[in-house]
């Protein structure tokens, strides 16, 4: 017999849901009289860094958000990084904003969180919403957390109980997924560039969430049978003189054993991008609102 192909995790339908709650926070930002404006800055010369924050300002354009967006070259001196995010958190129509990561290396982001300010941060980005976070009791949840729980919960699927195991540790994305499956009720394991024998520790997850950012790290030969499989990364490669956008997980090899697993692209994607909406949204509703 053939092998059964995986349970699918697509990010559309999921992702449908949350824009729509995004918009019922929209609508009642305007009725309280904000005009939400989400600014961005990105550092960065990469094309597919661009093209991302492309999508965000698309999407944002699709539901009537106003944008500012500075883009700066990934050798633009610190100290100008440091400003633009000084003068976006100053402006008093830009009531969410967003940085780009990762930064250059000549830029220390520990600087750039503490400029931006935790009412306008869409992204748990400042330093006292990352505590926030962290002790259980988020402002806002980071755009990726936000989308990976939103659509295991779409799905149905078990988190409680189950071994999971990440695979990236980025302040960003790694380490909030951890912090939020932990807080699910998952026993969680957390893997890097330093684990030794990957493979040894990703054969034990019943839940497999991967955040590294590398094509093909993750093979059939190291997953168990039955696993679930999320993919966060989406990583532009060239094959055959074509672009192609890949995840960590080799998705022939380890479909063959999964029970279930995220395509990319169509999985985690769609989702961020819902969720930066709804982020957007939740910081620019102003408490009175948001309790009333």
């Known amino acids: ?14 992702a449908a849901t949350l824009r729509d709650e995004a ?9 309280a009289g904000v005009d939400p404006c989400l600014a961005t800055l990105l550092v960065s010369d990469a094309e597919g860094a661009t093209a991302f924050m492309d999508r965000k300002h ?11 967006r500075i883009d700066l070259p990934a050798d633009a001196p610190a100290e100008r990084v440091y400003r633009a995010v000084e003068d976006l958190a100053a402006d008093p129509d830009v009531t969410a904003l967003f940085v780009q990561v990762p930064l250059p290396t000549h830029v220390d982001e520990g600087a750039v969180r503490e ?16 505590g926030r976070f962290v002790a259980g009791d988020p402002r806002v949840s980071p755009v990726t957390t936000l989308a990976v729980d939103q659509l295991l919960s779409a799905h149905g699927v078990e988190v409680a109980g ?14 909030p997924l951890a ?22 520790k990703t054969r034990t997850a019943d839940l497999l969430v991967t955040a590294a950012g590398a094509p093909g790290l993750v093979d059939g030969s190291m997953v168990s049978e ?23 997980v080799d998705a ?41």
Not at 1 to 14: F, K, N, Q, S, Y
Not at 23 to 31: H, V
Not at 254 to 279: E, F, H, I, S
Request: net charge negative; proline share 8%; aromatic share 2%.
């Open 1 to 14: 017999m053939p092998p059964t192909e995986p349970r699918r995790l697509a990010g559309d339908d999921p």
């Open 23 to 31: 918009l019922e926070r929209l609508a009642a930002c305007r009725e």
């Open 58 to 68: 698309d999407r944002c354009a699709e539901v009537g958000i106003d944008t500012r």
């Open 115 to 130: 400029r931006v300010p935790p009412e306008k941060d869409v992204d748990c980005f400042a330093p006292a919403n990352v």
């Open 162 to 175: 189950q071994d999971a195991v990440v695979v990236g540790r980025t302040p960003t994305i790694g380490s």
């Open 179 to 200: 912090h939020l499956l932990c807080r699910r009720d998952a026993t969680v394991t957390v893997c890097h560039s330093k684990t030794r024998e990957l493979g040894a």
């Open 226 to 248: 039955g696993v679930v499989v999320v993919d966060v990364s989406a990583t532009r490669v060239e094959r055959d003189g074509e672009t192609a956008v890949v995840g960590d």
């Open 252 to 292: 022939a090899s380890v479909g063959a054993k999964a029970a279930a697993m995220t395509p990319v692209p169509g999985g985690v994607g769609p989702m961020t991008m819902a969720a930066l909406l709804y982020n957007v949204a939740t910081v620019s509703l102003p408490s009175s609102a948001a309790t009333g």
